[in-house]
């Protein structure tokens, strides 16, 4: 977000954290997870000149297979008006590489998980003294709860170390702001159904339609019952040119709710496409049945007369 405060000035305002961690639930690990997580592999590029935004982002974009560096994502992320990166700039500069960005619920059991499951998290911490805020990312690769230590990619530090209960402090004056990124199909662990139908529809926006298709069929597979990504799916596969999927996908979506106008109608109109005029008519006519001023469906009774016989 702002400027990048240095790991070397971590120490001073740690033992300012630590007076007020006490508002805050300790972190407990899950029974379900291991006691220690470390992920050695993930590419250190020291933070220098307020760039811990595009060095941070580097680290997670070569750990998920992209080869790039923090000189070449600077220019995307790096704003210098500012003397530092936004949130938002980090989220697109992910999509531009062939990743999904995905920014995780503010919870601790949330980044828990997530390094179990392999995943480096890039993290917002605020490293000022109140009420001055220093803003400074920061990447997640590991814990200890034994310690009861993160361990992180911070400054000029490939291996740093921050206790939990300063994290929190930190993180929270950060407002909890963390994502992570995975090749699309690739699910987060904690991931949520409507945050990755998001993240589709930012892919669709940039044409990449079969990402998008890929972050649907894996959501499936975790939701088989959501009528919105069979719809989602089934855009998507139109658009791609697949007319047979599309339909599938719609008419599953329909099967799961009948009341999704959306997919109703586009089904509705690709049956027209192919000539099937007597299904399009009988499925528009078992829509407005079900809801006669229907604003999706009402209008295409307009060119389908048989639909009102």
């Known amino acids: 977000m702002q400027r990048c405060f240095l790991a070397r000035q971590l120490a001073g305002v740690c033992l300012l954290a630590l007076a007020a961690c006490s508002s805050l639930e300790p972190i407990t ?9 470390s992920l050695p592999s993930v590419a250190f590029f020291p933070q220098q000149d307020n760039w811990c ?16 560096t923090p000189e070449q994502l600077a220019p995307q992320v790096f704003l210098p008006g500012r003397q530092g990166a936004l949130n938002l700039e980090l989220l697109a500069a992910s999509r531009r590489h062939g990743l999904m960005p995905y ?3 503010g919870d601790n059991n949330a980044l828990l998980q997530e390094l179990a499951a392999g995943h480096p998290i890039l993290v917002l911490l605020d490293l000022g003294m109140p009420p ?7 990447v997640l690769t ?13 400054g000029e530090q490939a ?4 206790e939990w209960a300063v994290f929190q402090r930190l993180w929270a004056r950060g407002q909890n702001w963390a994502m992570l990124v995975t090749v699309p199909g690739t699910l987060p662990a904690t991931a949520e159904l409507m945050p990755l139908l998001q993240q589709g529809a930012a892919l669709e926006q940039m044409g990449r339609f079969i990402d998008a298709g890929k972050i649907y069929a894996a959501a499936a597979k975790r939701w088989p019952q959501s009528a919105a990504l069979w719809f989602a ?3 998507v596969a139109y658009r791609a040119g697949d007319r047979a999927a599309a339909e599938a996908r719609w008419q599953q979506a329909l099967l799961l709710d009948a009341d999704l106008a959306a997919a109703r109608h586009n089904l509705v109109e690709l049956l027209r496409q192919q000539g099937r005029h007597a299904e399009a008519a009988r499925l528009l006519k078992q829509g407005l049945l079900r ?7 009402r209008p295409l009774t307009d060119s389908m007369p048989s639909a009102a016989d």
């Not at 291996?159 to 921050?162: E, G, Q």
């Open 142 to 154: 590991g814990y200890d709860s034994a310690s009861r230590e993160f361990q992180m990619i911070s």
């Open 233 to 235: 799916s089934g855009n």
């Open 291 to 297: 809801d006669p001023q229907q604003p999706l469906l």
């Open 132 to 138: 001055l805020s220093r803003w400074h990312y920061a």
């Open 29 to 37: 690990l899950p029974q379900s997870l291991p006691p220690r997580v």
């Open 53 to 68: 935004g595009p060095a941070s982002l580097a680290s997670l974009l070569v750990h998920a297979g992209i080869s790039v």
């Open 159 to 162: 291996n740093s170390r921050i």
């Open 103 to 105: 920014v995780l619920q």
